[in-house]
T-cell receptor, first 116, second 108 residues
Framework: EPEVTQTPSHQVTQMGQEVILRCVPI?????FYWYRQILGQKVEFLVS????????KSEIFDDQFSVERPDGSNFTLKIRSTKLEDSAMYFC??????????????FGDGTRLSIL | KNEVEQSPQNLTAQEGEFITINCSYS?????LHWLQQHPGGGIVSLFM???GKKKHGRLIATINIQEKHSSLHITASHPRDSAVYIC??????????FGTGTRLTIIP
């Protein structure tokens, strides 16, 4: 069964550095998402992306964050000037076979980001 | 405000017991996901439903749109079912709003 893959599985970064989290969505999906989960808390929506642009973003997704689909397969989340509070598990998800909206979302295994 | 409540927060049961996890939400939705999160953190989508009932193996999910309520049932529970189960409605757009989860522990 097709999977969403995320790399790396664990990223350790010094505070203030930039980090890029990578995701390869399921190949025929057209809707992409990033969520995060701070340790001990519930999963929170960050951003959704469709047709090469952000379709919705949360209050968390400020100017520090950006997303990009640099080629036909990767979907990246960039965090500039990382802070301690950015430490969390970041999940990528995709949905929408052939562009159909409101389809089940499929999740990657997550990237655990640790800011020192 | 789009709110999601799950109950119970924690549930411990003996192997073989019938399990029920409940989810209530505040306003109308377009669909609702039930998700399973393993101790390592990975999330698996179990069901997406917008009406009625769905069954997959020993798992059953139901939703009552009028009551704004959904339940996840596990029949003949097994220790490998131990995980966090999360309800995540979609309030009219594509993003999911996650509940706080129910931590299920099945004792052999």
């Amino acid at each position: 069964e097709p999977e969403v893959t995320q790399t790396p599985s664990h990223q350790v970064t010094q505070m203030g550095q930039e980090v890029i989290l990578r995701c390869v969505p399921i190949s025929n999906h057209l809707y992409f998402y990033w969520y995060r989960q701070i340790l001990g808390q519930k999963v929170e929506f960050l951003v959704s992306f469709y047709n090469n642009e952000i379709s919705e973003k949360s209050e968390i997704f400020d100017d520090q964050f950006s997303v990009e689909r640099p080629d036909g397969s990767n979907f990246t989340l960039k965090i500039r000037s990382t802070k301690l509070e950015d430490s969390a598990m970041y999940f990528c998800a995709s949905s929408g076979e052939q562009g159909a909206p409101f389809q089940p979302q499929h999740f990657g295994d997550g990237t655990r980001l640790s800011i020192l | 405000k789009n709110e999601v409540e799950q109950s119970p927060q924690n549930l411990t049961a003996q192997e073989g017991e019938f399990i029920t996890i409940n989810c209530s939400y505040s306003v109308g939705i377009s669909a609702l996901h039930w998700l399973q999160q393993h101790p390592g953190g990975g999330i698996v989508s179990l069901f997406m439903l917008s009406s009625g009932k769905k069954k997959h193996g020993r798992l059953i999910a139901t939703i009552n749109i009028q009551e704004k309520h959904s339940s996840l049932h596990i029949t003949a529970s097994h220790p490998r079912d131990s995980a966090v189960y999360i309800c995540a409605p979609r309030f009219g757009n594509e993003k999911l709003t996650f509940g706080t989860g129910t931590r299920l522990t099945i004792i052999p």
